[in-house]
């Protein structure tokens, strides 16, 4: 047997074992999702405050989503790993105001949370636990002012129709990265700009270019309602 086979045979349990061991991904990326309170709002199905009245008029968290490279996601991964609203506590504050619920009928926050942490949060266990995930979120928030971005570039919500060829535009410049834009439908069926997320790496670290591509359901030109 020749040197070369020798250690392909050695190397063999090495490759066959890999996946199942630390080179195994639970996903591949996240998408950090904000949303437009005034887009939530003006649709049929309107909307309700929270208890603490209404939120600021600036882009709020829906969700941080973990992803696989190929389109797919996981989601509600771990029954046994429950919202515990105790483990953020010292959150809470910042979270009521960069992650509200606008959601009827009484625009509970933690509801919301419990949510998104139950369906999406419990995928990526693995790399934050639940103080991590929903700090994470908070901290990708203050790092990117879409409000701002898209007011440096004289898109404002002023219920006027913007290109969203632009409103990428001017997130791109101010982010470094293309994000993928949502569109909904406000009570007249008018299409206009619902939802931004941009990538994040698998730590939740570090903001990235999409590992796909980001298929808008956006047309050409979207309003921008205010809040
Ligand atoms: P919709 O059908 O309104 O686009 O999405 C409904 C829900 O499905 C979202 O709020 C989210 O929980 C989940 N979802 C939709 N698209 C994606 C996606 O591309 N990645 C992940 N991780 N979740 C998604
Ligand atoms: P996803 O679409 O992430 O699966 O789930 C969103 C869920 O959270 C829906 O059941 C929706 O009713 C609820 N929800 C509560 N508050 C909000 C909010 O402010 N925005 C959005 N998009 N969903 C909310």
Redesign the pocket.
């Known amino acids: 047997m020749t040197l070369p086979s020798i250690m392909l045979l050695l190397l063999l349990p090495l490759l066959f074992s890999a996946p199942s061991t630390s080179t195994a991904r639970d996903f591949d990326f996240f998408?950090f999702v904000l949303q437009w309170p005034g887009s939530f709002c003006d649709t049929k199905k309107s909307c309700c405050y929270p208890a603490t009245g209404k939120p600021t008029a600036d882009f709020s968290i829906?969700?941080l989503?973990?992803?696989y490279a190929d389109?797919s996601?996981p989601?509600n991964c771990d029954r046994q790993n429950a919202y515990d609203a105790s483990q953020i506590a010292d959150l809470m504050e910042i979270l009521r105001s960069h992650w509200p619920s606008l959601a009827c009928p009484s625009g509970d926050e933690s509801t919301f949370w419990k949510h998104e942490w139950q369906?999406?949060g419990t995928c990526s266990e693995s790399v934050l636990d639940q103080h991590a995930y929903f700090g994470t979120a908070l901290r990708l928030r203050t790092q990117i002012n879409l409000l701002q971005a898209l007011q440096d570039a004289g898109i404002k919500p002023d219920g006027g129709l913007y290109s969203s060829t632009d409103i990428s535009s001017a997130i791109r410049n101010s982010t470094g990265f293309e994000p993928k834009l949502?569109c909904n439908a406000d009570g007249g069926g008018n299409r206009q700009l619902y939802e931004v997320s941009v990538c994040v790496d698998a730590k939740g670290e570090r903001l990235i270019e999409c590992p796909i591509s980001s298929i808008s359901n956006c047309p050409p030109r979207v309003e921008f309602p205010p809040f």
Do not use: A, L, Q
């Open positions: 998408y829906h969700g989503w973990p992803n389109g996601y989601s369906k999406h949502g």
